[in-house]
């Protein structure tokens, strides 16, 4: 199966994962995309984006160099929406790398992920339009402020050496 996303600059990338690409990324860049599997490697990547548009890159650097796209342009045109399907792109091709047994797991916890993920979303939206925060919000700056005011004048009372 294909699994492909397009970047800002309108290039199609397909991300293909297998045997050789795994050993050219670790090589290149110390992953070992087997790791997957316990689930952290996933989330490591995708809080250090460098890496992961890192190991993007590897996976995808025989298209990359017959369109004569240095790293430096690849990772300059992902971003935003694109960055998110080139993401989408690179966890289903791994998940499906691997055998059914741990792809059928793999996919289930993905999208346990993907719940809990868009529940978090909707919790932490709703809690930024409480009126309440605003409330709270005003308040530790106006005790800032009073800080800050009583501050100056501490200093300003202050004989200089």
Known sequence: MSHQFTDSEG??????????????????????????????????????????????????KDDADKLNVTDFDFGRSLGGDSLEAATEAFCEALVDFFPKTRREVMR??????????????AVLSKQLDNPE??????????????????????????PVL
């Open 108 to 121: 289930k916890a993905r999208r346990k992920r993907n719940e809990l993920d868009q529940r978090a979303a």
């Open 11 to 60: 290039r199609n990338w397909i991300v293909p994962i297998n045997v050789a690409t795994m050993k050219r990324v670790k090589d290149a860049c110390d992953v070992d995309l087997t790791d997957a599997v316990n689930g952290k490697l996933i989330e490591q990547l995708l809080v250090d984006m460098i890496k992961f548009v890192d190991v993007l890159y590897i996976l995808c």
């Open 133 to 158: 925060l605003d409330k709270e919000f005003d308040k530790i700056l106006s005790e800032r402020g009073n800080l800050l005011t009583n501050l100056r004048e501490s200093l300003d009372s202050t």
